[in-house]
Every structure is written in structure tokens, then in C-alpha cells.
């Protein structure tokens, strides 16, 4: 499992415009703080059956990344 790490303030600015969010990213900032939270601790409870990336970075970065995991996790 992938856990797409990032800040509720980056997540809810990389949505758009707020006449275009949906009912889950129309939510206030205390309850995508609390989703975060909760993605952050599936790590801790479910160890490495869980890859907790940073999504801060460009999106080639961020691809690279989980291609890296899968081939590390498949074995070439």
C-alpha cells in the first residue's frame, strides 16, 4: 500500500478552485490534518506492508519513486 504523503495545506492548495473542490476536499483544514494523521499511522501499525512517500516533489520524482519500491519489492 502507498501513502501519498503531504501536508492538508499543500494537498487542499494542489486542488484548485475552491467552486470546483468535492464534498471530501470541501472539508475543513481539521479534518484533512485528521486524514493525514490516520494515513501516518497505518505505517506505524502495518510496518513495511505500508510505503510512506513524500509527495512533496514534482511528479517525475514521486513516479520514480514508487517504481524503485516496486522493482525493490519484486526483486530486480
Known amino acids: 500500500t502507498f501513502v501519498f504523503d503531504l501536508s492538508a495545506e499543500e494537498g487542499l492548495a494542489r486542488c484548485g478552485r475552491q467552486s470546483q473542490l468535492d464534498r471530501m476536499e470541501g472539508q475543513k483544514l481539521a479534518f484533512h490534518r485528521r486524514v493525514r494523521?490516520?494515513?501516518?499511522?497505518?505505517?506505524?501499525?502495518?510496518?513495511?506492508?505500508?510505503?510512506?512517500?513524500?509527495?512533496?516533489?514534482?511528479?517525475?520524482?514521486?513516479?520514480?519513486?514508487?517504481?524503485?519500491?516496486?522493482?525493490?519489492?519484486?526483486?530486480?
Open 37 to 76: 494523521t490516520g494515513f501516518r499511522q497505518l505505517k506505524k501499525r502495518f510496518g513495511p506492508r505500508v510505503i510512506l512517500l513524500d509527495a512533496r516533489g514534482p511528479r517525475e520524482k514521486i513516479h520514480e519513486a514508487v517504481r524503485s519500491c516496486v522493482r525493490k519489492r519484486l526483486g530486480y
